[in-house]
């Protein structure tokens, strides 16, 4: 069971959400919250596994929220699900430590499995999300993509594609057998050789050179 607290400001959207997730026996909404304040709050006294989370909201944006939930409770998945995809506000989301980014027009199957896939460990973005941070990775590139690529052996460019597949240090760790703390051993030389910042970075950037791996 996936406890998950909805945070919006807008009373209608919440109570949809609501509803609409209550129907899946793999989730169950532990709360709501009318911005991102209550949620921090909510957090502090309410054991949650994800959170949906609105960007522009009154008192505490979604942005500020979720940066100091992922410091207090990095192991709080937060998924931000806003109609807005404007360039600004996915940046903030996900500099913040956001782990999907999705827009409110997703349907109710996709939302669950969304939901599902992050809690498992997966990011997860919304197709012009990943699209618009995967260009702006690439733009602040000064090598080709080729010299990208050679900075890494064989066995990163294995584990960095898996990365972009959205597996987890665990699955990865399964799949090549190895132990996981080798794969996060991996990751982070990756990160570094790469000079990126995080493994959404990372995924987004291995995607964007898939056809030369």
């Not at 597996?167 to 090549?176: F, G, P, T």
């Amino acid at each position: 069971m996936i406890r998950v607290l909805i945070v919006d400001d807008q009373a209608l959207i919440r109570e949809g959400l609501s509803l609409m997730l209550g129907l899946y026996d793999e989730i169950e909404i532990v709360g709501q919250a009318n911005n991102g304040q209550e949620a921090v709050d909510f957090i502090e006294n309410i054991e949650v596994d994800l959170v949906l989370m609105d960007i522009r909201m009154p008192v505490m944006d979604g942005v500020e929220a979720t940066k100091i939930i992922k410091e207090k409770y990095p192991q709080v998945k937060i998924i931000i699900l806003t109609t807005f995809n404007e360039d600004e506000y996915i940046f903030n989301g996900l500099k913040s430590g956001a782990d999907g980014y999705i827009l409110k027009d997703i349907s109710s199957r996709k939302l669950v499995d969304t939901i599902k896939s992050v809690y498992k460990g997966d990011l997860l973005l919304h197709g012009h999300v990943a699209k618009t941070l995967a260009s702006a990775v690439i733009d602040k590139r000064d090598t080709e993509k080729e010299n990208i690529l050679n900075r890494l052996t064989a066995r990163e460019l294995e584990i960095a594609n898996l990365v972009a597949k959205g597996k987890s240090n665990r699955e990865i760790s399964e799949i090549l057998y190895i132990t996981e703390g080798t794969v996060k051993n991996h990751v982070t030389k990756i990160l570094d050789k790469l000079e990126l910042r995080d493994r959404t970075q990372l995924a987004l950037l291995i995607k964007e050179l898939k056809n030369k791996i």
